[in-house]
Nanobody, 126 residues
Framework: QVQLVESGGGLVQAGDSLRVSCAAS????????TAWFRQTPGKEREFVSA????????YYGDSVKDRFTVSMDNGKNTVYLQMNALKPEDTAVYYC???????????????????WGQGTQVTVSS
């Protein structure tokens, strides 16, 4: 089973861009659907984006569509989330997750994923 480590979070201003990374070890991400979720205190994890096992299909939550882009570098065994036009409401801990048995109709459900990273904090100031 793979292990996931996120990096690249930080403090930025509204309108800035930031890229967070999810590096996998102990196996290849090509066997997993990979997703990004985010969470703020007291709220349930919110689906942000997902990418299919082959990287051929991408999915986005409504609140980030047209601003965020998910991609996969198979050579580096890493998934990226490029975040543009950031807003204060994007402030959250961003988690990377991977799952072998994720089906398309359920990929927005965090319970479908069985491997999680530790999270990286993204803070957007106004």
């Amino acid at each position: 089973q793979v292990q996931l480590v996120e990096s690249g979070g930080g403090l930025v201003q509204a309108g800035d861009s930031l890229r967070v990374s999810c590096a996998a070890s102990g196996g290849t991400l090509r066997g997993y659907a990979t997703a990004w979720f985010r969470q703020t205190p007291g709220k349930e994890r919110e689906f942000v984006s997902a990418i299919s096992r082959t990287g051929g299909y991408t999915y986005y939550g409504d609140s980030v569509k047209d601003r965020f882009t998910v991609s996969m570098d198979n050579g580096k065994n890493t998934v990226y989330l490029q975040m543009n036009a950031l807003k204060p409401e994007d402030t959250a801990v961003y988690y990377c997750a991977a799952g072998r048995g994720v089906i398309t109709s359920s990929l927005r459900n965090y319970r479908q994923y069985d491997v999680w990273g530790q999270g990286t904090q993204v803070t957007v100031s106004s």
